[in-house]
Every structure is written in structure tokens, then in C-alpha cells.
């Protein structure tokens, strides 16, 4: 029997053998796996209020959005699609931008941009409001890396409930920009209109979901 | 009288028709006779057809009205008064009656007319009763440009005089000389005035069938599906079996093209007019309600500005809009772009029912020999807003 055993190759020196093997690649499997997760992103860019209800708002406006780019039509532009992703989600109202310019003159908000939470609600009471959203946009047209360019945008939102004035939601997104097949090839990267789209739809997904 | 006049001729035509068809059936005893009469019944029709369009006389009694000067909306200099006298000479041609120089003159410098982009209530009341024209042609230059290719765009629309001015008629063209160079490009047009007067005969070619079919009503053909807006809400507020009164507020213009929120403003009375499902307001009225009214818009429209938008003009719908870029270009290289955001607020519901951004370049789905290319702005932004409005009313 022990001839046997010798002979194909399953004696207890080569079944210890194997099992070193074994254990050695299941060692570097879970290493390459814990590799990955601490490479993985914390989903840190989205602050959510656990104790706000969602839920409840019905009705919301746009404030207009602070622009730290040179093209100064880029933030009405962004708003813009903004409001028009969010309409067509049907999920909530957002009320017209000529509405929300006369409640900003008649609250006399210096800065609609970024309103303080005494802004907020003075608004909220001309316009008739469950939130307001404010955003910024940091990034938005070409960029340059060696004889490489690309579109970029990157803009981060906040939405303020109106009885509190606090900011019960943020989020930011960054689509565009050079990759390596634009480095590689070229060809400048994809229009402002899509990557804007693009960037708009990643934060109505972070704010649904 | 027209119609009557047409069926009178149809008549004889079909009577002559059918003698010949008798005569041709009895002397035809084989198959070859059989193709002389199907050949006869083709020459008929061809002939009824062409009798309807050319033949006749466009009225017994001549359709009265004043031609305003051109409104530039061009942005550069232009032969507007060369323009005219063509548009004047080829509806002559086509047998309008056009309210002399002189009268026109007077009647504009004694009501103080400087406007001529659009006719308000009032004007179009005076005109009629001092001079008792009928309509006044409104022609709006929206771009012109005689380097080679040259390139033209031009709106037109008649508005009624009276005491009920509405809009009974309006068309456009964006004409340029390498749109269908054919082969061996014979088929360029080199001279700007060969391709105005291209554009004016369509112009006139479109007034006539309006007055000749009784009907501005047409129906929008499907345009292809790259034209339809990126994003867009519409409420289910909106019923499609209704017939909407739309009064087509001035646009913010954000490119750096001039006067390009008063074309696309142009574009959209012009779309939905002919949509045949709603009564736009002419834009001459809206505008003098403004001035009156005090209304400046800071952003958009506010609601307190819309209420009384809708009672003073009695609309359902206010459009309004943005224009984000709306650019033409010079010479064979390049491609024309739009970009446009739009809303409409409901009259009893105070409610955005429409919303929509659309953007577009002259070169989407072109990939070879430029087939099928857009070369002026005037005809990409009017088949964006042709597919708004299918959405519209679909």
C-alpha cells in the first residue's frame, strides 16, 4: 500500500509540500485583497444629516452658484443643467431662477452665494421653500499637462433645509481631465456639456441614494 | 374665388382628361395603348399640380400691405435697403400690393416708429385705419456674411393690422453657399446676392402658399433625434389636445454672439406658430407690455412679473429662456454651435411645466464628405427648437 502511495506521488513529504503551497497563495490572496480595500475611497466627499428626513421636501431653489473659474457664465451655465436634472427627476419642484433673484432682492442677501442660516430662512419665507441648494464651482473648461489637454469640471453642492438653515447635505464631483489614453493618443478629452452632464448626474445619484 | 377659380380648372382639366382616356381606351386594342393612357393620366396630374401652384392669380382682389424696414440682428453692416427693394420687387411679382414708399414713411415718422423688430396693439390699430393695409411684413437679418461661401439667414412673418393683430404667417431660411456643392462643387454659391435672392424667393415661395392653401397651419416633420434636448422635464400638466396661447418672453443672452436671445426668440414663434397648436403672441405686443409694464428681469421671470404677464396678455403659457452660445462661422473651416436652456410657467398652476437644455454642433453624425453638415446657426438652432417643440406637444 505504502509502495503505492510512493509511487503516485501522494506520500506525507509531498502532501506537506502541497499544503505549504496552498496556504502560502491563500496568505498572498488575502494580502492582495487588503491591499485593494485600503486603496478603496471612504465615500468621504458626501456628508448626509442622519436625523434630516428627506423625504419631506417638496419644493426647492437654486441658488446661484459661486464660480472660482475665469468663465464667469460657467457657474449660471452649471446651474443651469442643474436645475434641469433635478426637475426631470421628478422628485422634487425647483422653482423658477427669476423667482428666486426676487426673493434674494427682497431678503437683501449681500451674498446669495453662500447665505448665512438668517438668510436662509428670511428667504424661505418670500419664496416658499423646503431647502435651498448653494454650490461651487471649482473647475471648468481646459487643462494642460505637457502636450496633453483635457475638459474638467469639479463642483461641490450643498443643500441648507430653510427652518434650521443648516446644511443637512454635501457632496462634490470631479469628471473630466486628462487620462492616460489622452496622454497616450490624445484627442482632448470629451466636451464641457457631457462631462458637466456627467458630473451633475454623480451628485443627484449621492443625493438619492 | 381662389378655390373656385382652381376647381373651375380642375374641372375642365379632369373633363378633357376623361375625353382623352375615352378616345385613347378605344383606340387602344393592345398593351401598348394601355402605358399611352397611364402616361396621360401621369401628364394630368403633373399639370393639375403645376396649375395649382404657378397658374393662378394669388387673389382677385390684392392682399394690402406694408413692408417694414429690416431689422439687423446681424451684428455687422448690411445692404438692408438693397434687401427690401428685392423683397418688395419679388412680392410685387407675386402679385401683393405693397403700401407705397411715401405713406409708409410719413405714417411711421408721425407715430414715431423707430421699432421695427415687431408691431404693437396700438401701431397695428393706426396702421390700419390711416392707411388701411391689411398686414405689415416684419424681416428680421439674423446673418449675413459675403465672404466666400457666403452665408445669409432671414426671418419673416406677417402680422394682421387691426384691432386683433396676431401673427397670420412666418418662416425663415439660413442659407450658405457650400450647402449642397454637388459634384465637382457646381453647385457653390459664390455670389451673396445669387444666394439672397435664393432666400428671398423662399420667403416669398412660403408667403404665397400661405395665402394660396388658407392655412399656416403645418405640421412639424420629425427631426432626427441628436436635435432633442440633453435634459428636459415636461409636467403632466400639459395636455397636447389643447391649443395653448403663448406669449415668447425676451431671452438672456449669455454668448457672445449679439442679439442672440432675439433670434432664438424668433426661432421659437416661429416653430410653435407653425406647430398649429398654439397662438403666439406677436413679440412687438409682449415687448411694448414690458416697456409699460416696467418689467425688467433680473435672472429669469419672477412669478409676480408672470401673473401679470399672463392677465395683461391674456396667455397660458410664458416661454422664456437662456442663450449660452450661439455662434456662426466664417469661411469653409468650421462648424456652427447652439446652446440653450428653456422654461415655460403655466398660467393656473404658477408652476415651470417645461424645462430644457439643448445644445448642438453643425457636425454631429457627420463623418463623411461632410454629408449631411450644418453650415449656419439659423438652421441648427431651428431644428433644436423644431425637436423642443415635437417634445412639446407630443
Known sequence: ?209 | MILSINYLNKMISISLFLKIKKEAKRKSKNIHSRYLSFLIILIFIVFLNLSNLEGMPLKEEKFFIAVFPFENLSGTFAPLKDFRALYIRKLKERRFQILSEDILERFMAKNRIRYTGGIDKETARALKNETNVEAVLITSLEHYNDTNPPKLALTSRLVSTGDNSEILWIDGFGLAGDDSPGILSLGLIEDPNELLSKAIESLTKSLENYFLKETGKEIIKGVSKKFQPKTYFRSNIFDSGNKYRVAVIPFFNRSERKNAGEIMVLQFIKNLKNAGKFDVIEPGIVRNKFLTLRIIMEEGISLSHADLLFTELDVDLILSGKVMDYQDYQGTYGKPKVDFSLQIIERRSRKVVWSSNSNNEGDEGVFLFDFGKINTAHKLASNMVKAVTNLIIK
Open chain 1, 1 to 209: 500500500m505504502k509502495g503505492n502511495i510512493d509511487r503516485y506521488g501522494f506520500g506525507l513529504k509531498t502532501m506537506r509540500k502541497n499544503m505549504k503551497i496552498i496556504n502560502m497563495s491563500r496568505i498572498l490572496y488575502y494580502l492582495v485583497l487588503l491591499v485593494l480595500f485600503a486603496c478603496a475611497t471612504t465615500g468621504g466627499d458626501i456628508y448626509r444629516d442622519p436625523n434630516m428626513d428627506f423625504g419631506v421636501i417638496k419644493t426647492i431653489a437654486v441658488m446661484p452658484f459661486t464660480s472660482l473659474t475665469r468663465d464667469n457664465v460657467s457657474a449660471e451655465r452649471v446651474r443651469d443643467v442643474f436645475i434641469n436634472k433635478l426637475l426631470s427627476t421628478g422628485a422634487v419642484y425647483v422653482i423658477p431662477v427669476g423667482e428666486v433673484a426676487r426673493g434674494i432682492a427682497k431678503a437683501e442677501i449681500q451674498n446669495p452665494s453662500t447665505p448665512s442660516p438668517e438668510d436662509v430662512k428670511k428667504l424661505a419665507g418670500i419664496i416658499k421653500v423646503q431647502a435651498l441648494f448653494t454650490g461651487v464651482l471649482r473647475e471648468y473648461g481646459e487643462v494642460r499637462s505637457g502636450a496633453s489637454s483635457a475638459n474638467i469640471i469639479s463642483l461641490s453642492l450643498q443643500m441648507l433645509e430653510t427652518e434650521t438653515g443648516k446644511v443637512v447635505w454635501s457632496a462634490s464631483s470631479t469628471k473630466g481631465g486628462i487620462s492616460i489614453w489622452d496622454r497616450l493618443f490624445g484627442g482632448g478629452g470629451k466636451p464641457m456639456n457631457i462631462i458637466t452632464e456627467k458630473a451633475i448626474d454623480d451628485l443627484i445619484d449621492k443625493l438619492f441614494k
